[in-house]
């Protein structure tokens, strides 16, 4: 008898809504946790530079992903972004390449930014959240978010397909078509005229936008 009524009540349940409330619990308790590394400010323990050549990029949200998570700049956590009391989804097809932030830089709003770290979009197969993976800059993608500076740097993996490009040129030439996914994504992921593109610069204008990023932070920390 007592198997007989537990399946009733679970019968129940799927005609009266009780999965709706089983699957949106464990969203709930997500919304309150943060991934960081154990330990690990993931703003200010690494440097922006690896060395000479790549930089080091923080992954918030692997490629193809929609789950808006971002950087804390307080704890150095990364953490589900809140819009309305609600962990932000984002309404549009999955992110085109892994994209994260450079440690200890800024786009200051002195100086035309939105307050935080720098933007990047590394293009390569995903990788988890929070990962703090070296890269290649080729590029960087100009961008306003309601008139505030919005760029994304450009860079590639070391273990993808794009580890031999060294611009956005080269890009253009061996993989047709992935620019202009990428510009058409951030030109319209937040919906109509929300953002607005003057196109790509390259690796130099990419490098000349990290170091003026890292001398802000260092300005705002010291």
């Known amino acids: 008898m007592k198997i007989i009524s537990l399946l009733l009540i679970l019968l129940i349940c799927s005609f009266s809504g009780c999965k709706q409330n089983l699957d949106t619990k464990p969203i709930e308790e997500v919304v309150r946790k943060t991934e960081p590394r154990t330990g690990v400010n993931l703003l200010k323990d690494f440097p922006a530079m690896h060395d000479s050549t790549f930089v080091n990029a923080v992954i918030e949200i692997p490629s193809g992903s929609l789950d808006k998570w971002e950087l804390n700049k307080e704890t150095g956590a990364l953490e589900w972004q809140q819009q309305d009391s609600i962990p932000r989804i984002v309404q549009y097809i999955g992110y085109p390449g892994n994209y994260g932030m450079i440690p200890q830089t800024l786009l200051s709003k002195e100086n035309g930014g939105d307050g935080d770290p720098l933007d990047i979009l590394v293009l390569g197969a995903p990788v988890e959240r929070g990962s ?7 590029g960087v993608l100009y961008l306003k978010d309601n008139g505030e500076q919005d760029d994304k ?3 590639v993996a070391n273990d993808s397909p794009f580890v031999n490009l060294n611009s956005i040129d080269a890009l ?3 993989f047709n078509g992935v620019s202009s996914i990428i510009k ?3 030109a319209n992921y937040k919906g109509p005229n929300a953002m607005s593109s003057s196109g790509f610069g390259d690796r130099d204008e990419a490098l000349t936008i990290l170091k003026s990023a890292m001398i802000d932070y260092k300005i705002k920390t010291d």
């Open 132 to 138: 703090v993976i070296k890269c290649e800059l080729i």
């Open 153 to 155: 740097l450009i860079a």
């Open 172 to 174: 253009n030439a061996q």
């Open 184 to 186: 058409t994504w951030f």
